[in-house]
């Protein structure tokens, strides 16, 4: 049976050697799709990650919730070791489950930041995947990263430091801007009732 494509600017211009590149996405287009779409989901982590933690006090980064939860400064460097896994699906070699924790908050988000940009050039570059697909990424370690953020942003308003909410529909967010200086949202809630008096 011929399979049809078509070919030139004419819609009834058909030929009978192959019709799936332009009828439906072929595999290297299916690709291209999907490693956008990563690195979207990559700078949503950025953005959501700042403002978790933007204007944090210092003492925030030790708060306990109780019933041995993690610290804010044990979430992020989670974060940072779930990030470095999926990297390693790239690149091999390991990363550890719980790095060294080092001096500072400050040098904590360094860090986190430099892993996450570092796993965006390698999917801005092609890099390929191996033992995993594109999905299980999204579906595994990212999406991981992605709770934790949303962890953070609660222990916040826990702690008594809570983040202003925004519509995130119109928020800035960039695939090639992964690093700690992300925008400030576009459209806050002018009101809302978790504001601290």
Known sequence: MSRWKIIGNSPGSMSANGAAGALFPGRHMKQKIERELLKHFLAS?????????????????EFSA????????????????VLGYARTFMIGG???IRPEP???ADEEINRFHEVLEDLGRLLAAGTALKE????QLLLGPLSDVMTHAGQLALLRRLYGSPVPPENFIFADIAPERLGRNQSAPRHPDKEWPEQLD
């Open 45 to 61: 982590i950025a953005y959501r990650t700042q403002k978790a933690v933007r204007d944090a006090p210092m003492e925030f980064w």
């Open 102 to 104: 080092l001096a500072n």
């Open 132 to 135: 995993i697909t594109g999905q």
């Open 94 to 96: 390991t990363y550890p």
């Open 66 to 81: 109780g019933n041995k939860t993690r610290t804010p400064a044990d979430v992020l460097r989670h974060m940072t070791s």
